[in-house]
Each structure stands twice: as structure tokens, then as C-alpha cells.
């Protein structure tokens, strides 16, 4: 299980920078899934399966980062999206990780990233087992400090603190997911914890359920699938509903479904014959900085910006599909292929 | 004064014109008799999709930096230490797409034009000094002379427009940014060349960009100097047109050759010509104004083609009236030549018009103005007598004019209204939407032909259909229309997966355009893209080509959605669009082998 550092959250202040460290670690997990998912190159009924899982889940991350700067605004705070360290240098552990615990790298799709990465990212305090066939579980022990815990403090602070509630009800960000009732503003107590309570349960699942607020398979679960090589689908004969379903596999072909990218293309230099790859990751830094100078535009007052930060995913999405075209052709990475660094540059 | 004054920058750097070459040839637009194979690059013995099919319109500039700034005292900086504008960097816009590059049709892409940049000069520190919005502008003055090399690689053109909504950082570190603040009356004039254009290989994409910025002042043409303009004379020519404006205060003329001469590629400087000088009127009574000293490494980088004359002193009295009275001449003689040959002249008469803007885009009813602007010797040429007219680049029998109109006079300012009126253009071309036109303009005070004068300099409109929509659009009275872009611009909008690179792994569309369900998921994106204004970078679509009454239907199919709160699937077929798809038998469907091609294409002269 993903543990974190404990947040201060005796001070207004400190509640503010524990929402701030919220929303980095909200985008944090963006950056490597969404590297995971452009390597999925396949056009197989599993690939595409496995393509949606991870496409939704972003989608949710970025709903959940939306979600944390509307809870920011709504207790005054000023969500800093473009900051020079906003983006964690991969491999990194996530915001607020406790050192070494989990690093985070960025590399293409497998079932072991999923499995060690993505799923102790978003793991629940006490996972369910979802039975295959009715099988027993065990269940994992809690952690001291888990990002449960990180938002359940939150909660509690503002809870205990619905005076703080004066920020500008203007600078809420909404209507930018389909979700019924997820991209809500955020303007007072209720608001608050229903937002969180998206955020946590979208990710997590809730301790009777592996299902979120909105009744969709949380992540952790969503990414299960992927590890165990099989889909889950609804069985009123589950005591949680839902099985592993072997009648429904998920074979991903590691080699020929999925893009053979370098490990933590931020680490690797390229050779000046990779001219073109070096490029190309630098047009691709330059696309995801002007993601995050809107964003960090439409979380402070400018909401129509956040339209301009979702064009530039659209653009985003056609330069890093060309990046991950560009086999390189020398250095000890030869015959790989080049991959994002999400360098912020300004 | 524009960019042709004491205070202004030059920056030099590299661009990227991500453009899709599928819509190149408009067999491709043919529905009808489309292959898959259009969206591959192009392999010995088929043309396929040409050179980047999988180009996504994005123009981007990459590793721009100011060379030079330059003062009122008319003394230039080149290194930081002397002026805090030299280094910085010259970038695009940070928080939204990239700019768009977009031909006007595939029937006339010599007036290729940027939409949405922003040019922003950043210090080392990140610090903005100054930004503004880049007035969408085609490209003028298209050659394909600049070196040896050949197609889009010898190309050159420049666009020359103004920057709006201008943002001012601090920018008390540089004189030359403090004196152009000052200078400039909430605009930026700027102009800047594209050459060396690579069509292949790791750089396939990218070329070089040198420009310049200066002050933008009330009342100047937006697109082009109010000055003296020089031109070749004969087509064969290996030279370009050139600019000059006269500084009577500072008894000083500005030359500007950026565009105009070839290069070395060896040293990415101007060719050697010899001496290159400039004089008023023609023979041995010729007036000189003073040599363009071009020598030294990166002179070009540095300069961007902009010389003032004569060199360390001043404009004499007598100098100054031949400059003021006499047509300009530029020269180049080279070593031991016995006498010079002249690269470019200004007219008998120094009659110069320009219309801007010069490129429309136009539905049925609408009309718009603009400014036909004359000048003689540079200065208003007040109560001449403009006249213009329209002519198709194809199909002139099935082809309807527009309505072109003009003010009867020039006013004091050497400024006529021209009012073009579209109308139905019914459709000649049967695939492609409406039909171009060239307007060619003139003034019966002059003999001078424009577009004689400089094959450029003549107006062009893309005049569209009118379309009687169906009351309930369904999928398939809008899918001639999605399915036409999801051909021409593969990899953002075509098929999933898309693989063009043999041996490489394929990419996945944003939306494919082709596909019901991926269009209807994509809906509310769509929308928000197709309702954008033009100047915004995610307008759609990148192609600045759909018709109003098209995008009003798409958008009618988008919003009205059915039962299932999805657009409409399927019902009745009443498209006009749909219908008309057909291509008349006479409109040629062969390729054009080059850019070049078109640009000799332009409308005979009129007036």
C-alpha cells in the first residue's frame, strides 16, 4: 500500500497546502498512466478494453485534480498548477511519499506496471476481494498513513470549519466531465465532502464495495482486471456482486500490442541521429506545459481556460502519438522507441 | 512606420509546419473514388497521400531567439551585454494549441496562412517581456528560387501582419524593448521569412525562420510597408520582390532584401552577388543611395535582409530628392563585371497598390470590405480611380462571379473601399465545396498591373455553396462531410488504428471523423471546436474550409440529438452535400506536381 507522509492540518494554511499537495498528487498520477495507455498500440478486443480502463481512469484523475482546486477556491485558497516543481521529476515518488517507498516510473504498458505501480497507487486501505469463483481472501493490513487517511483529515478539518467557505464562487470549475453529479462546485461543507468523497471512493472503492459514489468500478479494481487477465462483470451470486470472469480473458501481447518505449525516457539522452525523437519530446513538453498554463489559468479565475487546456490534450495526444513512432536508431536504446518526459518549461 | 524602423528587433530560429499533405491533391477529396492508401507517404512510383500524410496543421516555432535589437540612435546591439532583448527567446503561445498553417484551397495554396499564434519574448528567467496575438495572414510573395535545392525546399515566403492584444512585462533591462514600448500604439508590426523547408528525413517538417518586430502605428497597412516596393522584371528571374521605405527625418532609407535574394546553403547567408547597392533612377544619371553590406557570418540571422542606407551618415539634400522623385533601383555588380545588373525596380510611375486583406472566405449573401490602398513614390496616392474584377480558377462557365465593388476615388489617404459580394457558387467543382477566385485590382491613373508587377499581388477568395439543410439531420446527411476530413487528416481525425509507417507502430485518431459512434462521443468537444472563432487555434475544422451553412448543419446534427440523447443515426437522406459529389467532367482531377504550379496560376490582369 501507498503510504504518505503525514500533512499539518492545524492551521487554515496548512489545510490549504494539504489540498494543494492533493491536487499535485491528483495530476501526479496522470503523467504515467496516460504513458502507459499511449504505448497500447494493439487493436485487439483486450487491448481495447484495457485502453478504455486506463482512459477512464485518467479521465477520473483529472476530475479528481478538478475536484481538489474547487474545494481549494471554495476555502480561498489559489491552486498553483504550473510551478516549476508541479510536475514530480519521474521516477519520483508521488507527492507527499514517503522516500522509497514507491517510486514511480514512467514505461510502457504491462501487466507488472499495473500490478506494482498503478494498483498500489490507487489500493485501498483494506482491499476487497473480488472472488474468482467464490474463492476466501485475505486482507492486507493498514498502513499508518495512507491517502485515505490524507483526505479523511481533510474532511475532518472542514467539517469541523464550515466558516472557511468564503472563497469566490466564480472560480469553481464545472461542467467539464459527463459523470451525473461529479463535477460539482464546491461552495460549502456537503459540497466539500461529496467531492472528496468522489475523489476517494473513484479511486479506492468504499470498504463494503469495489464500486464508487457514481456505482462504476473504482480504480484500483479497474486496474485488478488488467493484472489478473480478466474482466469483472456483475454476479448476483458474488457477496460483492462482482467477479473475475474467466470466461472473459484479457491477453495483452507484451511485444506485439505494446510500444516498445524506453524506461523513463526523462533519464535517456538521445543521440543526435534521434534528432527527430529529441524534438519531438521537447514540441511534446511544450504541449503539456500549455495543458498546465491553462489549467492553472482556469482554476484561478479564468474557467473558460480549461477549454483551452482540453484543446490542447486533443494536440497533446497527436505529438506524443508521433514521439512514440520514433525508433531510435543508436545509443544503448537503439532499436527502442522514444517517450514523453513531461517537462514543464514554461 | 512598421517593422521598417530604427527601433526594431530581429530574431532568428526554426519552424515546424506540421501540415497534412493528403489535401495537396484534390483527387483526395473525392469521397467517392478515395483509396486508403492516400493516407500513406508517398514511396517511389505512387504519390499516395505526398510527403506527410500524417501532418496535423500544427506551425510551431521552435528555438527562436532576438538576434539583434536595434535603437533610435541607430546603433544595434547583437549581444546581450549590449542590449537585454538580444537572446531572448521568441516563442509561441503557453497556454493553448499550437498555431494552425492552412492553404486557402487545394486549388490555391500560394496563400498559405497562420491562425492562432502568439508570439510571447521570454528571458532566461522565464519572465514574459512582451506578448501579442499574431492577426491571422497568409503568406506573400511565394518563390521557389531561394537555392539549388528543390520543391518546398527552395521555397521562401513571408508573412508580414501585426500583433494584437500586445502584454507588456518589464522590460526597463532593454533599451530597444523600453524605446519600442514607447514607440508602439498597442500593436506590433511583424514580418519574418520561411525558407529551407525540409520535405524528408529526421527534419521532415521543420525550416528556418528569420523576422523582424518594430512598432506598429495607427493608420499603417497592417500586411505589407507603406513604402517604395521593388521588383524584378522579368518571371525568370532568381530574385523576389523588395521593400524600401524612405525615413525622411532621419534622411535614411530602409532596404529590405529578406525575402528578395538567394542563399548559400553552405553558409545560410545570402549568396554572393556582389555589390549590392541601391540609386535612384535608372543610367548614367542615376542617383546612388548607398551599398547593403550583407558580408560576415550570420549577416543574414542578424539583419534579416533589413539595411539602412546609406551607411554611417545621412541622406544629402540632393539625395533625398532623387529618392523622393526618382524610381529605386537595387543593383548587384559583381567582382570585375563591368557594369551592374539590376535585380529589382520600383515602377516608372512608383504607383504601388494592396488590398488587405487579401484572402476571403466567403458564403452565399456575405459580403465584406476591404482596403484598396495606393501609393505613388510611397506617399497617398489621393483620387485614383480603382477597378477590379473576379475571375475562377477553373470551370469559368459553371463558375458564378462574386459582386466586386469599389469606392469611385482613392481618398487623401490613397484609401478606396472594395466590397466583395458572395453568391451562390453552385458548386462547379462537385467534391470540393464553392470555388476560388482570383481578384485582380487596379487604377486607371496607372499602366501598372499589380499582379503583373509581383505575380502575388492580387486577392483570392474561397466562395462557398449554399446548402438547404434537412429540417432533422441525420448521421448520413452529415457524414459526406466528417468523412471528407477523416480523409484528409488521418491522424488526428482518420482511422483507428492508423498505421502510415511501414514497420512502425500505428497512432490513435483524437476522434475518427469516419465513425458514428466516435463522432457522437466526441460530441461536446466538437461543438466547442466547430464554434470557435477562426483566429483560435482548436477551430475546426483545421482547414478554415467548411461553409457556414455546413457548420450550421453539423452543429444542428450535434445538438438536436434524438431519443437516446445521442446525435441522430439514421433516418431519411436529403443532402445536397451528399448529392453533389460527383465531379463535372471537366474539372481535371490530376495532381499538381508542386506548389509551383499554382502559384502560376493567378488571374489575368484587369484595369
Not at chain 1, 484479457?250 to 518505449?261: A, K, P, T
Not at chain 2, 495554396?109 to 497562420?114: A, K, L
Amino acid at each position: 500500500m501507498l503510504r504518505i507522509m503525514a500533512q499539518p492540518l492545524s492551521s487554515t494554511e496548512d489545510l490549504r497546502n494539504a489540498l494543494q499537495n492533493a491536487i499535485r498528487l491528483e495530476h501526479s498520477t496522470i503523467p504515467p498512466y496516460l504513458t502507459a495507455l499511449a504505448t497500447l498500440s494493439g487493436n485487439t478486443p483486450a487491448v481495447r478494453y484495457a485502453r478504455k480502463v486506463i482512459r477512464d481512469i485518467v479521465s477520473e484523475e483529472m476530475l479528481h485534480m478538478t475536484l481538489a482546486c474547487n474545494v481549494l477556491n471554495a476555502i480561498g485558497g489559489h491552486p498553483d498548477i504550473n510551478g516549476k516543481g508541479f510536475i514530480p521529476s519521474y521516477p519520483h515518488e508521488l507527492p507527499m511519499g514517503v522516500a522509497g517507498d514507491l517510486v514511480v516510473h514512467l514505461k510502457r504498458y504491462s501487466k507488472a506496471l499495473v500490478e506494482n505501480t498503478f494498483m498500489r497507487i490507487e489500493e485501498p486501505e483494506i482491499p476487497l476481494n473480488i472472488p474468482t469463483k467464490r474463492t476466501t481472501l485475505a486482507l492486507e493490513v493498514a498502513a499508518p498513513i495512507t491517502i485515505g487517511q490524507f483526505y479523511a483529515g481533510i474532511r475532518a478539518k472542514l467539517v469541523d470549519h464550515p466558516e472557511l467557505f468564503t472563497g469566490d464562487p466564480r472560480l469553481q470549475v464545472t461542467g467539464f466531465f459527463s459523470g451525473p453529479g461529479e463535477n460539482i462546485a464546491v461552495t460549502d461543507v456537503p459540497s466539500a465532502l461529496l467531492a472528496i468523497q468522489t475523489i476517494v471512493e473513484q479511486g479506492e472503492g468504499t470498504p463494503k464495495a469495489p464500486t464508487d459514489l457514481q456505482n462504476e468500478i473504482a480504480h484500483y479494481y479497474s486496474f485488478q482486471q488488467l493484472a489478473k487477465g480478466m474482466e469483472i462483470v456483475h454476479d448476483p451470486a458474488s457477496p460483492l456482486k462482482f467477479s473475475f470472469d474467466p470466461g472473459k480473458p484479457l491477453f495483452i501481447d507484451d511485444s506485439n500490442d505494446v510500444i516498445q518505449m524506453v524506461d523513463d525516457p526523462p533519464l535517456v539522452v538521445y543521440d543526435p541521429a534521434d534528432w527527430r525523437a529529441e524534438q519531438l519530446s521537447t514540441e511534446c513538453d511544450a504541449s503539456y506545459s500549455r495543458i498546465l498554463n491553462a489549467l492553472h489559468q482556469g482554476f484561478n479565475g479564468q474557467p473558460d481556460k480549461v477549454n483551452d487546456a482540453v484543446g490542447s490534450m486533443f494536440e497533446f495526444k497527436t505529438i506524443l502519438g508521433e514521439l512514440l513512432q520514433q525508433k531510435l536508431t543508436a545509443g544503448p536504446n537503439a532499436g527502442k522507441f522514444a517517450g514523453p518526459r513531461y517537462l514543464y518549461v514554461g | 512606420m512598421s517593422y521598417l524602423n530604427p527601433v526594431r528587433l530581429h530574431f532568428a530560429g526554426r519552424f515546424r509546419a506540421d501540415v497534412s499533405t493528403v489535401n495537396n491533391d484534390i483527387q483526395h477529396f473525392d469521397n467517392q473514388t478515395f483509396s486508403a492508401n492516400f493516407q500513406l507517404p508517398q514511396r517511389p512510383g505512387s504519390p499516395n497521400g505526398w510527403w506527410q500524410p500524417a501532418g496535423t496543421g500544427a506551425w510551431r516555432l521552435i528555438d527562436c531567439a532576438v538576434t539583434a535589437a536595434c535603437r533610435r540612435d541607430g546603433t544595434t546591439a547583437v549581444a546581450p551585454a549590449e542590449d537585454a532583448a538580444v537572446g531572448v527567446a521568441v516563442r509561441e503561445s503557453g497556454d493553448r494549441a499550437s498555431a494552425k498553417l492552412v492553404d486557402l484551397d487545394p486549388d490555391q495554396q500560394g496563400v498559405s496562412m497562420i491562425f492562432g499564434l502568439t508570439v510571447r519574448l521570454v528571458d532566461d528567467n522565464g519572465q514574459l517581456l512582451v506578448k501579442g496575438d499574431f492577426e491571422p495572414a497568409p503568406f506573400f510573395d511565394l518563390q521557389f528560387n531561394r537555392s539549388e535545392e528543390s520543391g518546398d525546399s527552395a521555397a521562401c515566403a513571408y508573412f508580414q501582419s501585426v500583433l494584437t492584444n500586445i502584454e507588456w512585462g518589464n522590460v526597463t533591462a532593454s533599451t530597444c524593448l523600453t524605446q519600442m514600448q514607447q514607440a508602439c500604439a498597442g500593436a506590433l508590426s511583424i514580418k519574418f521569412m520561411t525558407d529551407i523547408y525540409t520535405m524528408g528525413g529526421q527534419q521532415r517538417g521543420y525550416g528556418r525562420i528569420v523576422g523582424t518586430i518594430g512598432p506598429y502605428l495607427d493608420g499603417e497597412p497592417r500586411s505589407f510597408v507603406m513604402g517604395r516596393h521593388l521588383a524584378p522584371s522579368v518571371s525568370s528571374s532568381p530574385y523576389a520582390p523588395v521593400d524600401c521605405r524612405l525615413d525622411r527625418e532621419r534622411r535614411k532609407i530602409f532596404v529590405d532584401v529578406g525575402n528578395a535574394l538567394q542563399m548559400n546553403m553552405a553558409t545560410g547567408d545570402f549568396a554572393d552577388v556582389g555589390t549590392l547597392a541601391l540609386a535612384a533612377g535608372t543610367g548614367a544619371a542615376a542617383t546612388p543611395l548607398g551599398i547593403l553590406d550583407y558580408s560576415g557570418p550570420k549577416n543574414y540571422l542578424k539583419t534579416a535582409g533589413v539595411y539602412e542606407l546609406p551607411a554611417g551618415r545621412t541622406l544629402t539634400d540632393a539625395e533625398l530628392l532623387a529618392a523622393t522623385q526618382q524610381p529605386l533601383q537595387l543593383t548587384a555588380q559583381a567582382t570585375g563585371a563591368a557594369a551592374p545588373t539590376t535585380i529589382a525596380s520600383e515602377s516608372d510611375d512608383g504607383v504601388y497598390m494592396r488590398v488587405e486583406p487579401f484572402v476571403f472566405r466567403l458564403d452565399p449573401g456575405a459580403s465584406e470590405t476591404a482596403d484598396l490602398i495606393v501609393s505613388r513614390f510611397g506617399e497617398p496616392f489621393d483620387g485614383a480611380t480603382p477597378g477590379a474584377q473576379a475571375q475562377p480558377f477553373s470551370l469559368p462557365a459553371t463558375s458564378p462571379l462574386p459582386q466586386v465593388t469599389t469606392d469611385p476615388k482613392t481618398d487623401a489617404n490613397g484609401r478606396a473601399k472594395l466590397t466583395i459580394t458572395a453568391v451562390d457558387a453552385k458548386n462547379p467543382r462537385g467534391f470540393i465545396d464553392g470555388q476560388v477566385y482570383g481578384i485582380a485590382f487596379g487604377v486607371q491613373e496607372s499602366p501598372v498591373s499589380p499582379s503583373g508587377f509581383d505575380p502575388s499581388n492580387f486577392i483570392s477568395l474561397l466562395m462557398f455553396n449554399a446548402l438547404l439543410p434537412p429540417p432533422t439531420p441525420q448521421w448520413d446527411d452529415v457524414h459526406p462531410i466528417f468523412e471528407q476530413y477523416a480523409h484528409l487528416y488521418p491522424r488526428p481525425h482518420g482511422p483507428n488504428p492508423y498505421a502510415p509507417f511501414g514497420g512502425l507502430p500505428p497512432s490513435h485518431p483524437v476522434v475518427n471523423l469516419d465513425d458514428y459512434a466516435s463522432v457522437a462521443g466526441f460530441a461536446e468537444h466538437i461543438i466547442w471546436a466547430l464554434s470557435l472563432p477562426i483566429s483560435h487555434p482548436s477551430h475546426m475544422p483545421v482547414t478554415r474550409d467548411l461553409s457556414g451553412a455546413k457548420r450550421a448543419l453539423l452543429l444542428k446534427w450535434l445538438r438536436d440529438v434524438g431519443a437516446d440523447g445521442l446525435p441522430r443515426r439514421s433516418g431519411t437522406v436529403a443532402m445536397a452535400a451528399a448529392a453533389a459529389r460527383v465531379a463535372p467532367e471537366n474539372y481535371s482531377t490530376t495532381a499538381f506536381p508542386t506548389k509551383r504550379a499554382l502559384i502560376r496560376h493567378t488571374p489575368p490582369d484587369n484595369a
